[in-house]
């Protein structure tokens, strides 16, 4: 459900490109790992992602589940709460690594949020939390890296302008962009996975920031 509205809404709203490097595939029980920069890039990346095939289990924000009729669907669909700050934090690891074993296909945001910034620009990926790194130390899965860009030209900022954004879009339609990389398997200790996927993510999202023009700040 999540993908086909996504594949609805996000054309209304902006220009969206999809590319891949060589090599690049979605084998079974795979993690996908992506960059959060906006409230609009998981609706960017599933359409993205439904181009090419693919309906991953979605790592989200445990308060959408209390959305009437909304909440149910995600539940009914297999999609993972994830509970920040909560002793049920760790749930979502589990529930994560079970939809691996079925053999299913898992999106994670590995930064955990999105960035506190006002300007509606492109910056490298913030560093990541420790989650991604220890469901592949107890899975093995490898990972998929996704880059996106231009979903901050649909959303950013303080809650005024991120409406405003949201409602001049489909007169803009922004350019939207989102490049896969092929799969990596991280090694090492929790550090050396966690930075080896951050640079996988963060190689993709450069890319697809490349392919819009968009300009880039500089990493912090």
Avoid: C
């Avoid at 996000?10 to 992506?34: K, M, N, W, Y």
């Avoid at 492109?122 to 979903?151: M, N, W």
């Avoid at 409406?163 to 200790?189: E, Q, S």
Wanted: hydrophobic share 45%.
């Amino acid at each position: 459900m999540l993908s086909r509205i996504a594949d609805v809404l996000v054309p209304a709203v902006g220009r969206l490109t999809v590319t891949t490097d060589a090599g690049a595939e979605f084998a079974p029980g795979s993690v996908i790992a992506a960059n959060h920069t906006s409230l609009a890039d998981p609706a960017v990346v599933l359409a993205a992602l439904r181009r090419l095939g693919v309906e991953p289990v979605v790592l989200a924000t445990a308060g959408l589940w209390r959305i009437p009729l909304f909440g149910r669907a995600l539940a009914r669909e297999g999609h993972i709460p994830v509970h920040r700050g909560d002793r049920r934090a760790a749930d979502s690891l589990t529930g994560a690594a079970e939809a691996l074993a079925q053999g299913r296909l898992v999106l994670i945001y590995g930064e955990g949020g999105i960035p506190q910034r006002g300007d509606a620009g492109e910056a490298a990926p913030e560093p990541f939390r420790s989650g991604l790194s220890r469901l592949v130390q107890h899975t093995g899965a490898p990972v998929v890296p996704l880059g996106q860009a231009g979903a901050r030209r649909i959303t950013s900022g303080s809650r005024p302008k991120q409406l405003a954004g949201l409602m001049t879009a489909p007169l803009r339609r922004p350019g939207l962009h989102v490049h896969i990389g092929a799969p990596v398997v991280l090694t090492g200790d929790g550090a050396q996975r966690t930075a080896h996927a951050h640079a996988a993510v963060t190689a993709a999202w450069r890319t697809a920031a490349d392919r819009l023009g968009e300009p880039v700040a500089l990493a912090a």
